[in-house]
């Protein structure tokens, strides 16, 4: 069964920095995963999707990799701001059923001014 | 707008008083999730469906109903609500082919 893990579970940093969020999946022929941002009270949004025969996507500010033999994703967020506060959370499909996603507990980033 | 709608967004009441939760979205999506969201647990999908009259249990289906009787609607049911049930809850949608999913603003469930 897959697991997802993301670490670490809370990061403070100024504004400006470049930072890297990290989410270790354990079944190596996962189907895709996603990056998601949710905002306190708000549903999650969906940053970014890789599928399985990508290494990487972007978006703006936003770079997110894939590694299936280390069984790890990064995102990368540069030039932080403080609308970056909010928690990023990754999702890979369960082993041998794509329709059903296995989450990680989330990274609650605060960025501050 | 692209969007995933569900309401109640906050409904608090009393164990063993049915209610349900609506959810419907408007992009013509094929795939419809239910989850619950608990501190520590993060988040665990309840049901889902594939398309209309076709649903599937998901890791925490127990105390729950849905239904897909039309494509754009996908309720959730708590026949007989208990105080495990208060979470937060979110509806998903997303086309076939492992496109990105889209979320509803969440329904705070509070049962007493």
């Known amino acids: 069964k897959q697991e997802v893990t993301q670490i670490p579970a809370a990061l403070s940093v100024p504004e400006g920095e470049n930072l890297v969020l990290n989410c270790s999946f354990t079944d190596s022929a996962i189907y895709n995963l996603q990056w998601f941002r949710q905002d306190p009270g708000k549903g999650l949004t969906s940053l970014l999707l890789?599928?399985?025969s990508q290494r990487e996507q972007t978006s703006g500010r936003l770079n997110a990799s894939l590694d299936k033999s280390s069984g790890r994703s990064t995102l990368y967020i540069a030039a932080s701001q403080p609308g970056d506060s909010a928690t990023y959370l990754c999702a890979g499909p369960n082993a041998g059923n794509n329709r059903k996603l296995i989450w990680g507990l989330g990274t609650s980033l605060a960025v501050n001014p | 707008e692209a969007q995933v709608t569900q309401n109640p967004r906050y409904l608090i009441t009393v164990t063993g008083k049915k209610l349900t939760v609506t959810c419907s979205q408007n992009m013509n999506h094929e795939y419809m999730s239910w989850y619950r969201q608990d501190p520590g647990l993060g988040l665990r999908q309840i049901y889902y469906s594939m398309n209309v009259e076709v649903t599937d249990k998901g890791d925490v289906p127990e105390g729950y109903k849905v239904s897909r009787k039309e494509k754009r609607n996908f309720p959730l049911i708590l026949e007989s609500p208990s105080p495990n049930q208060t979470s937060l809850y979110f509806c998903?949608?997303?086309?076939?082919?492992?496109?990105?999913?889209?979320f509803g603003d969440g329904t705070r469930l509070s049962i007493l």
């Open positions: 890789i599928q399985s």
């Open positions: 998903a949608s997303r086309n076939r082919g492992g496109q990105p999913q889209h």
